[in-house]
């Protein structure tokens, strides 16, 4: 019998949402663009077309089992392989969580399908959306963003500024800066005039603090982002480390909760630690047993080691 696929993982340690139970709806790098910044990989399905990549019932069951056994979270958020916009179902899916938890909805999403009105209708059912605009212009955009040929950043920002009119909860727009590419005092500039028209409630900063598909990237340093953050307005937030999060207890199984960390993004010993609540040396136990069967492998970054699921 085949192994029932997981579709649900964490709570992981969120640098803006604080402790996030992920839903993964869409296979592996299956997105709209192929980021210079993934922590991933490059995307190996660049599409627009929304298909029902996971069906509602196994998630809602995998879910429930969760709920069942005490789960504690701050928010339920859609993240994870790829953008989860691109699934069909997501509508349907918030409606069908929010009968069975009062845990707030989050959507992580790149915002390029918000040009539709279908994904905006989608969208607003969540709690929180939190996009993303990590240009000023369709030239920068290309090059960072690297989108499917039907995106343009014209729609992109067409899109961010209709969901705006639309969309009575919050929205929390993440803008990305890679040193040289896009923090110049112009991109700077052009990039706050459109966040005013986003109207956005909150704007995150963030820079390339973990390994990247492009390892040519270079991270904003702090005092840079601080600087940044003071142009951007008083609702703006560098949000490039993460927070101190309070221990999650009673974990199930801590060696599969700090696998299912790393199959999605890239952490540090101290991530891993912050996430479980536990001290270094329990938390190398957990990787060395991994590293010894092949499972993780380590890269440095800026002076940091992190770890990787294969």
């Known amino acids: ?16 949402l604080g402790l996030s139970l992920g839903v993964d709806i869409v296979p592996l790098k299956t997105c709209t663009l192929d980021c210079i910044y993934c922590q991933l990989a490059e995307t190996n399905e ?4 929304r298909e029902e990549y996971v069906t509602v019932e196994p998630v809602l069951n995998q879910l429930k089992e969760r709920l069942s056994n005490g789960l504690q979270a701050d928010f339920v958020t859609f993240s994870g392989s790829g953008e989860p916009t691109l699934n069909s179902s997501l509508g349907e899916l918030i409606d069908r969580i929010k009968e069975i938890t009062n845990i707030p909805v989050g ?3 790149n915002g390029t399908l918000l040009y539709l009105p279908e994904v905006r209708e989608d969208c607003a059912k969540a709690d929180v959306v939190l996009p993303s605009l990590d240009a000023a212009d369709e030239q920068t955009f290309q090059k960072i963003n690297r989108p499917h040929p039907d995106i343009s950043f014209k729609n992109l920002v067409f899109g961010l500024c209709a969901f705006r009119k639309e969309f009575a ?5 993440e803008v990305f800066l890679l040193e040289g590419i896009n923090t110049s005092p112009e991109q700077i500039e052009k990039i706050a005039d459109i966040i005013k028209k986003i109207c956005p409630d909150k704007i995150q900063l963030n820079t390339a603090v973990r390994p990247t598909t492009d390892p040519t990237v270079k991270k904003v340093e702090n005092e840079k982002l ?8 008083p609702n703006c937030e560098v949000v490039a480390d993460f927070l101190p999060l309070s221990h999650q207890k009673n974990l199930q199984t801590k060696a599969e909760y700090v696998l299912s960390i790393l199959k999605r993004r890239p952490c540090s010993l101290e991530d891993i630690c912050a996430g479980l609540g ?3 040396a329990e938390a190398l136990k957990y990787i060395s047993h991994f590293q010894h069967q092949g499972i993780i492998l380590s890269e440095q970054k800026d002076g940091r080691i992190f770890f990787r699921a294969i």
């Open 169 to 173: 909860g919050r929205i929390w727009l």
């Open 1 to 16: 019998m085949a192994e029932e696929q997981t579709y649900l993982f964490g709570p992981v340690p969120s640098r803006r």
């Open 46 to 49: 660049k599409t627009v077309i």
């Open 278 to 280: 536990i001290h270094q």
């Open 107 to 109: 959507i992580l999403t």
């Open 226 to 233: 601080q600087q940044i953050a003071k142009l951007l307005g």
